[in-house]
């Protein structure tokens, strides 16, 4: 099965950038859909991201449209989160996720998804 890595995250500063990677082996990521969460402690695992397997459409939680893009590179087996203006709220463990299984569907639910990766930090102090 495929294997998803992320990379990326770290410390950064209110109103600053950061851009996760996550890369896939194992599998071409071609015939996933692929998604980004989120989980800050003591929350549950919260929705921030995806896209269907070509790249044409995306999907995003409210509280990051505008300031997050989702994006693939399908030759490249890696799925990026662009994170821009940074807010300490989005201070978390940022998983990326895929599933084989939808076509069309962009699902936003944690359970949609079949294959983790183990998560890369993002602290925004406040």
């Known amino acids: 099965q495929v294997q998803l890595v992320e990379s990326g995250g770290g410390l950064a500063q209110v109103g600053g950038s950061l851009r996760l990677s996550c890369a896939a082996s194992g599998r071409p990521i071609s015939t996933y859909v692929m998604g980004w969460f989120r989980q800050a402690p003591g929350k549950g695992r919260e929705f921030v991201a995806a896209?269907?397997?070509?790249?044409?459409?995306?999907r995003y939680a409210d509280s990051v449209k505008g300031r997050f893009t989702i994006s693939r590179d399908n030759a490249k087996n890696t799925v990026y989160l662009q994170i821009n203006s940074l807010k300490p709220e989005d201070t978390a463990a940022y998983y990326c996720?895929?599933?084989?299984?939808?076509?069309?569907?962009?699902?936003?639910?944690?359970?949609?998804?079949?294959?983790w990766g183990q998560g890369t930090q993002v602290t925004v102090p406040s």
């Open positions: 896209i269907n397997r070509s790249g044409t459409n995306t």
């Open positions: 996720a895929a599933d084989t299984y939808w076509t069309t569907y962009i699902p936003s639910q944690p359970d949609d998804y079949g294959h």
